[in-house]
């Protein structure tokens, strides 16, 4: 009930970590697998920031049975003194104080990802309990907590006069993370292993101790420790591509308390550059200043060195970012002092001197690089040359697809079905092959706000396409069209994005599987965008329908079937199993029932959490080579149902 009575009773004030508790999305994101990911993060981030200081060399991560993290370094260890303002030790203080942290220019870390010291307490405030240990000083110190709030003192006795550093034990809240509390290993490897790509020499040991999830015996440990940092990761990005040079341009230097690092190479099948950004340890999605700096220095520098090597004339036009930029795979990483982020999800880097020195940096080291490899600087031009002359034909073939008023004109194509809604935020629209299957969507759809454009057959491959044939395809500027993509390569505009849940709905064979990944790749090359924004989706049919008498159930999977069988039904009971081949042998209420219908259906959002691995694979699996492909089927063919491939 509310209360017309608005006076100073009606103002809340929140002590201590009650915010956090409060609203929990305002310090990790959300309460769904992203936060609940996120507070490893922000544990294994200080242990990092050691690292950055230069006093911790190797970091343990547990995943233990009972369903908890530990994470474990040898740096200098927590302070443990009393602390001057709380009171209390320091270490209550940095776990139970909002804002309170060695980052805020006392001296404690020259760098950091801790921008906001709020990161040790928030996993306190979101935990159930949270133990920490600290080696300091010849003592090992101890305190536990639980939901924010310490349950004793302090206490202490003595250790190896040796051993420094800090463990950090948590078991998330259930009664906020109520959606999962398990962590899943594969999201935690591929940060744990970014990290110790970014910080070279540092070793990262992750354990899973899940022994009933492993269903083995011996827990699972990886071991994360490349000695070549950022130039590893960029060869581990392209081992499976032809690079046009061998050696990765490496570019180290500091200016001015900033610190920079950047590999750089050059493929020779691929169509799109892949460029990846980080300001201290920091995966900056959206960008930044540092990204700034090495675009425009990269397209001076080799329209530069394309003049002084007559690979373009006096009166030639300077060839664009876009065409120098095609096919490299690049990683930048920047250490600053004082970074100014995009608010606490960090996701750009604001910092408008980091622009110059990478500018002036990476000028200088790829200018001296390239001419004492002019064979290197040739090849690269080559294939920017090449690119800009693509370029040229997909303008000419998008004025030819203007003219015919497929892309830029009102008309939509003939085959899609519309809803009645012009709120892109409210509407969705479902990707489905054939016509049979459009057929049954098109019945059973709400035409509201459900789209349907089915495709015929296959469409193309991305992977291995230029522009120029993108816009000849029909069913490609079908689908172009319908959504209101726009141009490949201009800025993402989302207002003119006709639909916020773009489903893809294929049948649950090999065939459709192909069709999937084919309009995955489209989406993750032509519009990268999409995705990362969460756009995209993949719908869930079933494919078994179970009928006993006048009951009927719908079974997703082999497991759930057995499942079903083995607890509805009796061994002597009666009942037919009928198997899905295609959406189109599904009644139009059946398929609105169990795939379509808002209420009682299943969708999967496509989500990039590693965006390097995500790169590797589509190169894989769509691009030219046949032998990394080969490769990778031998190796996971056996174990994979392709039809319920999680991609």
């Not at 200098?76 to 776990?95: D, F």
Request: hydrophobic share 35%; net charge negative; with cysteine.
């Amino acid at each position: 009930m509310t209360t017309t009575n608005y006076g100073a009773d009606q103002i809340q004030v929140l002590e201590g970590l009650e915010p956090v508790r409060k609203r929990p999305g305002m310090y990790i994101g959300s309460t769904g697998p992203r936060g609940l990911h996120h507070l490893v993060y922000e544990v294994v981030d200080n242990s990092v920031d050691e690292a950055l200081a230069g006093f911790c060399q190797k970091i343990q991560i547990f995943l233990n049975e009972d369903g908890s993290v530990t994470v474990v370094d040898d740096g200098r260890g927590i302070p443990t003194e009393i602390h001057s303002q709380t009171g209390t030790s320091a270490l209550e203080t940095v776990m139970t104080v909002l804002h309170a942290g060695g980052k805020f220019g006392g001296g404690g870390y020259k760098v950091s990802g801790g921008l906001h010291g709020v990161g040790i307490s928030v996993v306190n405030a979101l935990s159930e309990w949270v133990e920490a240990k600290v080696w300091r000083n010849g003592k090992e110190h101890v305190q536990r907590f639980e939901r924010g709030v310490s349950t004793g003192d302090l206490t202490v006795k003595p250790g190896d006069k040796k051993k420094t550093g800090t463990a950090i034990t948590f078991l998330p809240d259930s009664t906020i993370f109520t959606e999962q509390t398990q962590f899943e290993y594969k999201i935690l490897a591929s940060r744990f292993r970014e990290l110790a790509y970014l910080n070279a020499g540092v070793q990262i040991v992750f354990t899973d101790r899940r022994l009933n999830l492993l269903g083995t015996d011996t827990p699972y440990v990886e071991i994360y420790h490349y000695e070549g940092g950022i130039k590893e990761y960029v060869g581990y990005m392209n081992k499976d591509k032809s690079t046009i040079h061998d050696e990765i341009i490496y570019v180290q230097g500091e200016r001015s308390g900033v610190h920079v690092e950047v590999a750089l190479q050059w493929c020779l099948d691929a169509y799109s550059d892949n460029l990846l950004g980080f300001a201290n340890n920091i995966r900056t999605v959206d960008g930044g200043t540092h990204l700034e700096g090495l675009k425009t220095v990269l397209t001076r520098t080799m329209n530069s060195v394309a003049r002084k090597r007559n690979k373009l004339k006096d009166s030639d036009a300077n060839l664009g970012g876009e065409h120098i930029r095609e096919g490299l795979t690049a990683v930048i990483s920047v250490k600053v002092p004082e970074p100014e982020f995009e608010g606490q999800t960090k996701t750009k880097l604001g910092n408008t001197e980091v622009r110059g020195i990478v500018d002036s940096l990476v000028g200088e080291v790829l200018t001296e690089y390239l001419d004492f490899n002019p064979g290197v600087a040739d090849a690269v031009l080559e294939k920017a040359i090449q690119a800009f002359n693509a370029a040229e034909a997909a303008r000419r073939a998008r004025e030819l697809v203007r003219r015919k008023s497929v892309l830029e004109s009102s008309t939509l194509p003939g085959k899609l079905a519309d809803c009645s809604s012009r709120d892109p935020e409210g509407s969705e629209i479902f990707i489905v092959e054939g016509d049979s299957a459009g057929g049954s969507a098109k019945q059973g759809r709400d035409r509201r706000f459900q789209a349907i454009l089915p495709l015929r057959g296959k469409i193309l491959n991305i992977e291995k396409t230029d522009d120029a044939k993108i816009y000849k395809n029909a069913e490609i500027q079908a689908l172009i069209t319908a959504l209101g993509l726009g141009i490949k390569g201009e800025d993402f505009d989302v207002s003119q994005l006709r639909y916020h849940r773009i489903i893809i709905m294929t049948d649950a064979d090999v065939d459709g599987a192909h069709i999937r990944t084919l309009l995955l790749t489209f989406f993750y090359r032509y519009q990268r965008d999409l995705v990362d924004k969460g756009y995209v989706y993949i719908a869930c049919p079933p494919l078994y329908k179970v009928e006993r008498g006048r009951q009927h159930y719908y079974c997703y999977n082999e497991r759930e079937l057995a499942q079903l069988v083995e607890n509805e039904f009796p061994a002597n009971a009666n009942y037919t199993i009928q198997r899905f081949k295609g959406l189109g042998e599904m009644m139009p209420q059946q398929l609105w029932e169990t795939t379509m219908n808002p209420e009682t259906r299943t969708l999967k959002q496509i989500d990039i959490e590693d965006a390097a691995e995500a790169d590797r694979i589509f190169t894989i699996l769509m691009g030219d080579r046949v032998a990394p492909r080969r490769e990778f089927i031998e190796a996971y063919g056996p174990r994979l149902n392709l039809t319920q491939l999680d991609i």
